[in-house]
């Protein structure tokens, strides 16, 4: 018997979510952001399922790079984060690389050891501008400059690059001014231009562009909870356990560390095998959903918590048995509710999944 606590990542659905990203921008090209072990859902699995349609994948750094290299994925694949040092830049060549080149100390290391390198591929490089995020990239004033400095190296540079810092909020003016400083930049210097992240994919159909980067929303989790996606979203995993304990307890009682949680009526108390040493929340307050398979609904957590396990209220639901099948987010319970209840988001949630769930993939 296996500890029932299991990550389903369904491949086929986000396959469809990378085929809405493209419908929302029919134009563009789709860079698959598969960072982070792709939202904690396997990068490499993703990337396999993918491979047939992605027109590039995005990650943060080259271990991740090349740790799909080496499961023969031979996409395009750039490194937003750019590179880090020297060493990286032979390697980048070798496994045809793309970084992100964002800081002035970058462009010093390519002209200091790209003329020692033997490799005879050209690097290719996006450029990246710092349009209002204020974390990386060339600030406006700067940005002639550093493509002036690119154009003199052995390097193809193959567009311009920016990030939107507020592209989730629908009404807030700021994603136009960072899109129109870029595209002015992109004009410019006739380069093509890569700026569109799940939010922008989503809402913000003037700033597709040639290039769309789109992350979350490949994993089925809206970044605009509160308004209505243009496209059908499905959830790329589901986080199930089961109730491995049902007990019934008398008013006044105290449930989990600190009894923060205590029975108002004669309640019967169910424990499933899902903790925060699993990736679940322990910000999670109670009252956060946790759907039943058995019952088609959700019944609410209760009390804190713990490394291995967490509690729910199974008042409602007299027939609950150990060995039900809890769904702690997924198609019938969307990620964001649970996060909103955390206090967090449904990046945090996904990336924070821990090895000790086994995935099992489903195509
Ligand atoms: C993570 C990331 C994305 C994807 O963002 P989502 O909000 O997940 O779509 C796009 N571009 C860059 C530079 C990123 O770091």
Redesign the pocket.
């Known amino acids: 018997m296996a500890r029932p606590a299991q990550a389903h990542i369904d491949l086929d659905a986000i396959l469809a979510n990378y085929r809405a990203a493209k419908v929302c921008a029919p134009q563009a090209r789709a ?1 698959a ?1 598969i ?1 982070a072990n792709a ?1 904690g859902h396997g990068a490499v699995a993703v990337a396999h399922a993918l491979a047939e349609q992605a027109d590039a994948f ?1 990650v ?1 750094c080259i271990e991740e790079a090349l740790e799909l290299r080496a499961a023969g994925i031979k996409q395009p694949i750039c490194l ?2 750019g590179f880090f040092s020297a060493e990286e830049i032979p390697l980048m060549l070798q496994h045809q690389l793309i970084p ?1 080149i964002h800081h002035a100390a970058q462009l010093a290391l390519l002209a200091q050891y790209l003329p020692l390198c033997t490799q005879k591929t050209q690097l290719k490089v996006w450029l990246k501008l710092d349009s209002g995020m204020h974390r ?1 990239g060339f600030a406006p004033e700067d940005i002639a400059n550093a493509y002036q400095d690119l154009t003199a190296l052995p390097v193809q540079v193959l567009g311009l ?1 920016t ?1 939107f810092a507020r ?2 909020e629908l009404t807030c003016p700021y994603t136009q001014t960072q899109w129109q400083l870029t595209q002015q930049w992109a004009q410019s210097l006739n380069l093509a231009l890569c700026c569109a ?3 922008a ?1 989503l809402a913000w159909p003037s700033t597709h562009a040639d290039w769309i ?6 994993y089925g989790a809206t ?1 605009i909870p509160e308004a209505q996606t243009p496209v059908q979203l499905r959830a790329g995993m589901r986080l199930i356990s089961q109730l491995i304990s049902v007990r019934d307890l008398a008013a006044g009682e105290g449930v989990g560390y600190g009894q923060t949680f205590v029975t108002s009526q004669p309640s019967r108390i169910g424990v499933v095998a899902m903790g925060y040493a699993d990736g679940y929340p322990r910000h999670a307050p109670s009252g956060t959903p946790v759907y039943l398979e058995k019952l088609g609904a959700c019944v609410p957590l209760i009390g804190r918590v713990s490394m291995d396990m967490l509690a729910v209220d199974l008042s409602t639901y007299a027939q609950a048995q150990v060995g039900d099948t809890v769904e702690l987010w997924g198609p019938h319970l969307p990620i964001n509710q649970v996060a909103e209840a955390a206090q967090s988001i449904a ?1 945090e949630l996904l990336t924070k999944v821990t090895a000790r769930v086994p995935r099992y993939y489903h195509y």
């Not at 980067?213 to 490949?218: A, D, N, V, Y």
């Open positions: 860079m952001i960072k939202y995005g943060a937003l984060e992100a990386l690059m990030h592209a989730d992240n799940s939010p994919t980067r789109p992350g979350i929303m490949l970044p990046y």
